[in-house]
């Protein structure tokens, strides 16, 4: 069975300030993304990971993969307010015959204190 | 363009009633998915489909959950005789043949059984 773990599950941090979420994963795989939500909201995908060594940069956001040590990062630069929300990281077993469902982390609350 | 439509975007219902939730994916989109979050189990897999047929049904929780698609798009989630545990945000994405299995999630409908 999958287990996906991602660690902090809550952070709260000051704006001006770095800090990385990690995602561990329990079984090969070499696809996983990053989704943020917003309270009440769905799902916005952030970043696909697809091999090892990925890397994706999109504004204070960077994400990461190391697929040897089942790893993914999202580090977030400079922390802003807006950036206040869940993220999830999501890994699917590939099977090659389709794309499966996705396995999810329980998600990072984090809040971005002035 | 057009995102993930779900409707209704609330359901309250008693305990033993049936149930119906709808997604409208992205125009083209050949493959849809359905997940249930909640507080206790955070976001889980129920089913995928891949045009009408659905390939995988291992997160279905019990047979009183099915799951249907019309024409390669309009897909139907309905619970029969609804128990207070099924309380959650029922969630639907999509993604497109081309790539790689980055879904694209709407906005949800919360169901609550009382």
């Known amino acids: 069975e999958l287990k996906v773990e991602q660690n902090p599950l809550f952070l709260s941090m000051q704006e001006g300030k770095n800090y990385t979420i990690y995602c561990n994963y329990s079984?090969?795989?070499?696809?996983l993304y990053w989704y943020r939500q917003d309270p009440g909201k769905s799902l916005e995908s952030l970043f696909v990971?697809?091999?090892?060594?990925a890397v994706k940069q999109e504004g204070r956001l960077m994400a990461s993969l190391d697929t040897k040590a089942r790893l993914s990062t999202l580090h977030i630069t400079a922390a802003v307010h807006d950036l206040s929300a869940t993220y999830f990281c999501?890994?699917?077993?590939?099977?090659?015959?389709?794309?499966?469902?996705?396995?999810f982390g329980k998600g990072t609350h984090l809040i971005i204190q002035p | 363009g057009a995102g993930v439509s779900q409707s209704p975007s609330n359901k309250v219902t008693e305990k033993g009633k049936d149930v119906e939730l709808r997604c409208d994916p992205i125009?083209?989109?050949?493959?849809l998915y359905w997940y249930r979050q909640s507080l206790g189990q955070g976001l889980e897999f129920l089913i995928y489909f891949q045009g009408n047929s659905a390939p995988d049904k291992s997160g279905l929780p019990s047979d009183r959950f099915s799951a249907e698609r019309t024409g390669g798009s309009v897909s139907t989630l309905t619970i029969q005789r609804t128990q207070q545990e099924d309380s959650a945000v029922y969630l639907c994405?999509?993604?497109?043949?081309?790539?790689?299995?980055?879904?694209?999630f709407g906005p949800g409908t919360r169901l609550t059984v009382l």
């Open positions: 079984t090969t795989s070499d696809r």
């Open positions: 125009s083209g989109h050949t493959a």
């Open positions: 990971l697809l091999s090892n060594g």
């Open positions: 994405a999509s993604r497109s043949r081309n790539r790689v299995n980055e879904q694209f």
């Open positions: 999501a890994v699917d077993l590939y099977s090659g015959g389709g794309a499966d469902g996705l396995t």
